[in-house]
């Protein structure tokens, strides 16, 4: 869930789309456009995650770098924290987000609980890797505006989820770049569990580039924020 533009606000303007088969047809077009969706070329960011208890105070700072490889027909990103944890989500076109975890300087091992929280954060491994565009109920809910951008609400829905995971995610994407603006994931219950939102950016260079976002968990009450130099390319 990294690829973002500014943080969500109330809607106005909202269209639904209210034809199931318009809303099928719809949902699987944008869905396979936003899977296909590619990074360019190899870059390494540094960050910072900022963990927050249910007293809202400050628990953790933990320095993180991030690191995506790109080569001719995939990419992966391998997400590695201060004490030398490293998450890889490795991706390809159209095809399901794959996992690994590991040592940053150990062999790295297919990753066998995606649920697993990165450096005790709000982020677990399955989060980064945006697999709910793979499953097999996409559906465009409605066209509405959100702080200012024009946005896609697209609802994935699975019939097969991991226990303790998400059943359906509900994702604002901007029209015109197929960023996630703000995303909602609900557990197998169908409760609101996790809420996704970029909070800040900065300008560099004459371009914006994503500064700060968060993740909450709704049910622990605890969130997390990832904030990046976005001046280390």
Same mark, same amino acid.
């Given at each position: 869930?990294?690829?973002?533009?500014? &943080?969500?606000?109330?809607?106005?303007?909202?269209? /639904?789309? @209210? $034809?199931?088969?318009? +809303?099928? &047809?719809?949902?699987?077009?944008?869905?396979?456009?936003?899977?296909? =969706?590619?990074?360019?070329?190899?870059?390494?960011?540094?960050?910072? =995650?900022?963990?927050?208890?249910?007293?809202?105070?400050?628990? &953790? #700072?933990?320095? *993180?770098?991030?690191?995506?490889?790109?080569?001719?027909?995939?990419?992966?990103?391998?997400?590695?924290?201060?004490?030398?944890?490293?998450?890889? /989500? @490795?991706?390809?076109?159209?095809?399901?987000?794959?996992?690994?975890?590991?040592? #940053? %300087?150990?062999?790295? +091992?297919?990753?066998?609980?995606? =649920?697993?929280?990165?450096?005790?954060?709000?982020?677990?491994?399955?989060?980064?890797?945006? $697999?709910?565009?793979?499953?097999?109920?996409?559906?465009?809910?409605?066209?509405?505006?959100?702080?200012?951008?024009?946005?896609?609400?697209?609802?994935? *829905?699975?019939?097969?989820?991991?226990?303790?995971?998400?059943?359906?995610?509900?994702?604002?994407?901007?029209?015109? %770049?197929?960023?996630? /603006?703000?995303?909602?994931?609900?557990? %197998?219950?169908?409760?609101?569990?996790?809420?996704?939102?970029?909070?800040?950016?900065?300008?560099?260079?004459?371009?914006?580039?994503?500064?700060?976002?968060?993740?909450?968990? #709704? +049910?622990? $009450?605890?969130? %997390?924020?990832?904030?990046? $130099? /976005?001046? *280390? +390319?």
């Amino acid at each position: 869930m990294l690829s973002a533009l500014p &943080a969500a606000q109330p809607t106005e303007g909202r269209q /639904v789309i @209210s $034809d199931p088969a318009i +809303q099928r &047809a719809e949902g699987q077009r944008i869905a396979a456009e936003a899977r296909a =969706l590619a990074p360019k070329a190899s870059s390494t960011n540094t960050a910072t =995650l900022r963990l927050f208890g249910s007293n809202r105070k400050l628990r &953790a #700072e933990i320095p *993180v770098t991030i690191r995506t490889t790109v080569t001719d027909d995939q990419w992966h990103t391998d997400y590695t924290s201060g004490d030398g944890v490293r998450f890889r /989500v @490795s991706r390809s076109h159209n095809t399901p987000s794959r996992y690994a975890v590991g040592r #940053e %300087t150990g062999q790295l +091992q297919p990753a066998s609980n995606l =649920l697993v929280p990165f450096a005790g954060s709000d982020f677990w491994l399955v989060d980064l890797g945006l $697999d709910f565009f793979h499953w097999p109920e996409q559906r465009l809910l409605s066209k509405e505006q959100r702080r200012s951008e024009a946005c896609f609400v697209i609802e994935s *829905v699975t019939a097969k989820p991991t226990p303790g995971g998400y059943s359906r995610v509900v994702t604002w994407l901007d029209q015109g %770049t197929l960023g996630i /603006v703000a995303a909602e994931a609900y557990d %197998t219950r169908g409760k609101l569990l996790k809420e996704f939102q970029p909070k800040s950016f900065k300008k560099v260079n004459g371009q914006w580039h994503l500064k700060e976002m968060e993740i909450r968990n #709704e +049910q622990t $009450d605890s969130r %997390t924020s990832l904030v990046f $130099d /976005v001046e *280390v +390319q």
